[in-house]
């Protein structure tokens, strides 16, 4: 079936750290992932994408992984902030176009 | 500006009502979809228009009926309400179909009682 999945509900680092937060897949046609982060009280904001030619992008203090033997995505964030605090959701889109969320991490920074 | 804008923010309804909700983006896209987040956060697909015309219709019962009067609005329409509508509903669009959806709308908190 299409799912898309993460492993932990709630992630909390410190400030400052790094920060690592994992999702599984399960629709091996998927050509297209995306990581979005929901602020509280607002809809889902575009971070960061990655087509399935590849295995890392970076973008500013972020970087996306994706292992496709295994069918993991990943996103890193470097120097986490307060502000980073949020809920992060991987996607995927398959070739029904149709982009299929996983069920979200909550990540907590501590000050 | 805002780029994709939703009313109302909160809607608190009696069972067995109608009620829209509406979305514009003022982005240009030609693609637009109603997304449904239920109280566990889990974001679902309901209806995609590309260019005023249904492209995804999701197995949404059929009280639920999106209107897209140009490409720039999407409505949301839901006829007799139930309380498992109860969810926050998100407009969002893009450039084309398949794409990242990466502009979503704040959301509209619906509350059936």
């Known amino acids: 079936g299409e799912s898309v999945g993460l492993h932990l509900p709630t992630l909390s680092v410190q400030e400052g750290d790094n920060s690592i937060i994992n999702c599984a897949y399960s629709?091996?046609?998927?050509?297209?992932f995306i990581w979005y982060k929901q602020e509280s009280g607002k809809g889902p904001q575009f971070i960061i994408d990655?087509?399935?030619?590849?295995d890392k992008r970076q973008g500013q203090r972020v970087t996306v992984l994706l292992n496709k033997t295994v069918k993991h995505l990943s996103l890193q964030i470097a120097a986490t902030q307060p502000g980073d605090s949020a809920v992060y959701f991987c996607?995927?889109?398959?070739?029904?176009?149709?982009?299929?969320f996983g069920q979200g991490t909550t990540l907590q920074v501590k000050p | 500006d805002t780029a994709v804008s939703q009313t109302p923010k909160y809607l608190v309804t009696q069972m067995g009502n109608d009620k829209s909700i509406k979305c514009e983006q003022n982005l240009g896209h030609d693609t637009m979809y109603w997304y449904k987040q239920d109280s566990k956060k889990f974001l679902k697909i309901m209806f995609s228009y590309n260019n005023k015309e249904l492209i995804i219709n999701e197995t949404v019962p059929n009280r639920f009926s999106p209107k897209s009067p140009d490409k720039a609005h999407l409505n949301l329409h839901i006829n007799s309400l139930e309380l498992g509508d109860s969810a926050v509903y998100f407009c969002?669009?893009?450039?084309?179909?398949?794409?990242?959806?990466?502009?979503f709308g704040p959301g509209t908190r619906l509350t059936v009682l």
């Open positions: 629709n091996s046609a998927s050509d297209y």
């Open positions: 996607a995927e889109i398959p070739n029904t176009g149709k982009l299929i």
């Open positions: 969002a669009s893009s450039q084309t179909p398949g794409g990242r959806a990466g502009f």
């Open positions: 990655i087509r399935s030619n590849m």
